[in-house]
């Protein structure tokens, strides 16, 4: 059994949410944006590319008459190939729109997608919103960061993290949805157990929130409403100047 509860503010700085998120309990389906660029383009491309993740995932779920546009990986289950294709169809409206409309040019969006059918999870990402998932082993966060800082510590494992939190680049992203015909995207899966949290947040939350918070916040709490509230008001207690969204989900073993 699922049930999921998603909230997204625009915050004190920013003068439109240029976040964007899905919360469908009927396709198992879950998804979170956060968009770039200038002349209300963030808002445009983070909205685009939730309806294009979401347009796919319910197609390929109710016809069976479907096309794989960028065919299919063999090493992927069929729901993880339906995120990739979603995610890729996502890139490609987006890149279109920036495209043929001046106003547009370079905007951009980050993704971050959970499909669950039965036990299984199946997650993508572009940029750096996150997926977290919190169990009895503690909070873990299962995505990749698209981020100048994640790609310095992934190349040099000596680098210090504490000077990284601290560097002008380390929010750049080096790879996102819509900046060029083609994007990269990152893809897992994984069996769940039973009694999962999953979050999944813009970096308006996990900029500013250290995991350890973010666990505490969200451990033993039954109310998603209140969850996802308080996640949001404590990034906002520490400082955030971002868009913040927050959708949780919560799994139970039939």
């Known amino acids: 059994m699922l049930r999921a509860y998603g909230l997204s503010e625009t915050g004190p700085f920013r ?9 469908d309990e009927e396709l198992h389906l879950f998804v979170v944006a956060d968009g770039m660029g200038g002349h209300a383009a963030g808002e445009v491309a983070s909205r685009l590319a939730v309806e294009a993740v979401v347009g796919f ?32 169809l996502a890139n490609r409206r987006v890149f279109r729109t920036a495209e043929s409309h001046d106003d547009y040019v370079g905007m951009g969006t980050t993704v971050v997608c959970a499909l669950v059918a039965g036990n ?14 919190l169990n009895g082993q503690g909070l873990q966060q299962l995505t990749h960061d698209d981020s100048w800082a994640a790609t310095l510590l992934a190349q040099d494992h000596g680098t210090e993290p504490g ?33 999962e949290t999953i979050l999944l947040c813009t970096d308006g939350i996990h900029s500013v929130l250290a995991d350890e918070t973010m666990q505490q916040l969200i451990d033993g ?17 520490r400082g955030s100047r971002d868009n913040l969204t927050a959708l949780l989900i919560r799994y139970e073993a039939d």
């Open 163 to 195: 000077m990284l939190a601290r560097h002008p680049m380390r929010n750049v992203l080096t790879n996102v949805v819509g900046a060029r015909d083609q994007t990269e995207i990152h893809l897992s899966e994984r069996t769940l157990d039973g009694g």
């Open 57 to 88: 995932v319910r197609r390929s779920q109710e016809d069976s008459e479907f096309s794989w546009p960028y065919g299919i990986d063999s090493s992927l289950s069929y729901n993880a190939n339906r995120l990739r294709t979603a995610i890729h």
């Open 120 to 133: 299984h999870l199946a997650i993508g990402n572009v940029g750096d919103s996150r997926l977290y998932l």
């Open 221 to 237: 709490r039954e109310d998603l409403e209140a969850l996802a509230r308080g996640l949001i008001q404590s990034a906002l207690d």
């Open 15 to 23: 003068k439109a949410n240029e976040d964007c998120f899905a919360s």
